[in-house]
């Protein structure tokens, strides 16, 4: 089993969440299929391991990577593309795995962006799920609430400007 009873993981749509339970249930009379009970916030998600024992899920980060995190965020931001549809693209595969430095990295970037051109709808929407989702797994990670957590990010990017 990859994970524990207990464990602190990422569900790829509804964020940091708890390990409840692991449970067995027969599909169409033959075929045994198990799953992982996920509370993420106030939903429950039954997150389906396949034939090879693995969900998708992730582990939070580790403590230790905030140290990069904090680095990260008070860095230069890195230019997006000025192309909308590249730019897009570009976000896209920067967020692929959505691990904690990825997720510092675009609230950076985005923000820098929006401090020079307004964002469009999409990319203000993109910005706050991410944002949320830095915000969540930084708190988790470290042991602090979602506003403590929000606080440090937001003097680290304060910081860097």
């Given at each position: 089993?990859?994970?524990?009873?207990?464990?602190?993981?990422?569900?790829?749509?509804?964020?940091?969440?708890?390990?409840?339970t692991f449970s067995k249930q027969l599909l169409s009379g033959e075929k045994v299929r198990e799953y992982y009970q996920v509370i993420a916030g106030t939903a429950t998600v039954w997150v389906p391991i396949n034939d090879q024992g693995f969900a998708?899920?992730?582990?939070?980060?580790?403590?230790?990577?905030?140290?990069?995190?904090?680095?990260?965020?008070?860095?230069?931001?890195?230019?997006?593309?000025?192309?909308?549809?590249?730019?897009?693209?570009?976000?896209?595969?920067?967020?692929?795995?959505?691990?904690?430095?990825?997720?510092?990295?675009?609230?950076?970037?985005?923000?820098?962006?929006?401090?020079?051109?307004?964002?469009?709808?999409?990319?203000?929407?993109?910005?706050?799920?991410?944002?949320?989702?830095?915000?969540?797994?930084?708190?988790?990670?470290?042991?602090?609430?979602?506003?403590?957590?929000?606080?440090?990010?937001?003097?680290?990017?304060?910081?860097?400007?």
């Open positions: 089993m990859q994970f524990q009873v207990g464990d602190k993981v990422v569900h790829p749509v509804h964020g940091v969440g708890i390990i409840k998708a899920l992730r582990k939070i980060a580790p403590k230790e990577s905030l140290m990069e995190c904090r680095r990260l965020l008070r860095g230069h931001p890195v230019p997006l593309n000025q192309d909308r549809q590249l730019r897009q693209l570009e976000i896209a595969k920067r967020l692929k795995g959505r691990l904690l430095p990825e997720l510092c990295e675009m609230v950076r970037d985005l923000r820098a962006r929006s401090r020079q051109k307004p964002l469009g709808l999409t990319e203000d929407n993109l910005l706050r799920k991410i944002y949320k989702a830095l915000c969540d797994e930084w708190a988790a990670t470290d042991g602090v609430s979602a506003q403590t957590a929000l606080y440090e990010i937001e003097s680290l990017l304060q910081a860097a400007s």
